[in-house]
């Protein structure tokens, strides 16, 4: 017998055994197993939901800080209920976002959510929550751009960084990496997820917004945007204008500048701030900031920062920060003093 007969005996024998055990009265057949694929169209870390053509990413950060304040320690609390002096906090927070995208007839449909941890609450919150069908936005969003510095620092035009519930549309394929769209949304006022946007015998409280923009250039981007809040009790609407730039200066340098006005019905103020991000190595990069605000019947107000940014791993980075603020007002419930206070930060931060 040669070794070709051989060898068809012995594939023959698997055949008829596999057959066989395949009839085997009680034995189920084997299970397909759908694996998760990549899903290349919308960027890096979606995936198919297995058995859909919905692409999802799941990503988020944990970020754990010890920081030093002089808490107004320079003020004399006499008489005053106030708890001032220098203190060390401890703080933690962790965020988990979800980003489901399927093409269809109508463009790209965007369900997006994000889940926030803050140990200083203690609580689970959810943040921005909304959907987008082609140009179409609906939910719970931030109005405007709202970055000013690179660091941990919040902005100082508060106006422009808040979020609720409304709908907006945003073309953005007006060529060039130009996009304009406008949105209205229930005012900010302490009730995000469900604001009374109108009741029987008031009229409406609603933020309108407008932006306008070009990104995705060699040079970096530019952002317009204005704001005006209708108010129903008394005579106090406001309305606002911001310009913010993204600017590549030079290799491994960028910048952010930003100029506000915001008119209440009782004041008004004009703000600019800028800040400087440079990388010096793969692993270091040292960023700076500096802002003012100029109240026409209030203290003025600068903020300043600076810190650095060490990667360990593109994704653990560890963060030192010095943040200063004059006329920054605090208050304990009783009463409320006004002083120069500043912070010192060393933040640890896992992203994913």
């Not at 751009?145 to 508060?158: E, K, L, M, Q, S």
């Amino acid at each position: 017998m040669n070794m070709k007969t051989l060898l068809g005996t012995a594939a023959g024998l698997m055949v008829a055994t596999g057959a066989y055990a395949a009839d085997l009265p009680g034995e189920a057949a084997p299970v397909a197993v759908d694996y998760v694929k990549v899903c290349d169209a919308y960027g890096a870390g979606f995936f198919y939901i297995p058995g859909t053509e919905t692409c999802l990413d799941i990503s988020g950060r944990v970020r754990a800080r010890v920081v030093y304040t002089n808490n107004f320690g320079d003020i004399n609390a006499t008489a005053s209920a106030i708890t001032l002096g220098d203190k060390v906090n401890f703080k933690a927070d962790a965020q988990v976002k979800f980003d489901a995208r399927t093409a269809s007839d109508l463009g790209t449909v965007r369900s997006f959510f994000v889940l926030q941890l803050d140990s200083a609450a203690g609580t689970i919150t959810a943040d921005d929550a909304f959907i987008q069908v082609g140009y179409l936005t609906v939910g719970k969003f931030g109005n405007a751009y709202g970055d000013v510095f690179y660091g941990d620092t919040g902005a100082i035009y508060g106006e422009f960084d808040k979020s609720g519930v409304g709908a907006q549309v945003m073309v953005d394929n007006l060529g060039g990496g130009f996009y304009v769209g406008a949105g209205f949304q229930g005012l900010d006022d302490g009730n995000k997820w469900q604001p009374t946007i109108w009741t029987t015998g008031r009229s409406a409280d609603i933020t309108y917004t407008g932006r306008l923009g070009i990104t995705g250039q060699s040079w970096g981007a530019v952002d317009l945007s204005a704001i005006y809040e209708a108010h129903d009790l008394g005579d106090n609407d406001m309305w606002g204008l911001k310009a913010t730039a993204d600017l590549k200066l030079i290799d491994k340098l960028s910048a952010r500048l930003t100029g506000v006005y915001v008119d209440y019905d009782s004041d008004y103020f004009y703000g600019a701030a800028a800040a400087a991000k440079y990388q010096a190595t793969d692993a270091l990069a040292v960023y700076a900031g500096i802002g003012s605000r100029f109240w026409d019947k209030a203290e003025d107000q600068v903020i300043a920062q600076v810190g650095a940014d060490y990667s360990f791993t593109p994704d653990l980075i560890l963060t030192a920060e010095v943040n200063y603020t004059s006329d920054k007002v605090f208050t304990d419930g009783t009463a409320s003093v006004t002083d120069d206070t500043w912070a010192a930060m060393l933040k640890l931060t896992r992203n994913w």
